[in-house]
């Protein structure tokens, strides 16, 4: 067998040819379709706030997890109707995807790593990151909350950056 007459199948083509250097029409359909993905989500996003959390026991959050977070958004002087609430455990999608759907301006992240979300950079919990025209803001998950007036105390001045 010589090198100028080599034979590849169909599968060890598609592997080693699976990045095209001319992007084709097919291709094309393909990146459109999975866009195309519908997130699950609480709230109307009225004024594009979305808030991440993550829980792998409820479809959103336990109870008192809710009430605290219904108070924090009610002290930011917002209702379930500005925001878009969604569980990460149960969605889990990168950032162009969350943003694709939701249009958010502001993304409270809590209890998800900006590695999960895939974005380019790491936040420090409590810091107001701009990023793309967005503000970010990554916080402990919403359970370390419930029992830590230090912790509250940190997101209320986080918060306040953001939303006062």
């Known amino acids: ?22 992007e084709d029409s097919t291709s094309k359909t393909i990146t459109n379709s999975q866009k195309k993905i519908k997130i699950n989500s609480l709230g109307e ?10 829980d792998p026991s409820y479809k959103f959050l336990p ?13 930011c002087k917002l209702s379930m109707a500005d925001i878009a609430l969604v569980n990460f455990n149960l969605n889990r999608y990168n950032y162009h995807q969350f943003n694709d759907q939701f249009e958010p301006k502001k993304i409270l992240i809590f ?44 997101l209320w001045k986080s918060l ?3 939303f006062l």
Not at 49 to 54: E, F, H, R, S, W
Not at 63 to 75: F, G, K, S, W, Y
């Open 160 to 162: 306040q950056k953001l």
């Open 111 to 154: 209890g998800v790593t900006t590695a999960e979300l895939e974005l380019p950079f790491d936040i420090p919990y409590f810091q107001v990151q701009p990023f793309q025209e967005q503000f970010y803001l990554t916080a402990p998950f919403l359970k370390d909350f419930l029992n830590n007036t230090a912790l509250k105390k940190d």
């Open 45 to 54: 996003n009225q004024k594009k706030v979305l808030l991440l959390v993550n």
């Open 1 to 22: 067998m010589s090198l100028d007459n080599i034979q590849l199948s169909d599968q060890l083509c598609s592997i080693l040819f699976s990045h095209n250097l001319i």
């Open 63 to 75: 109870d008192d997890e809710m009430e605290l977070l219904t108070n924090l958004i009610t002290a």
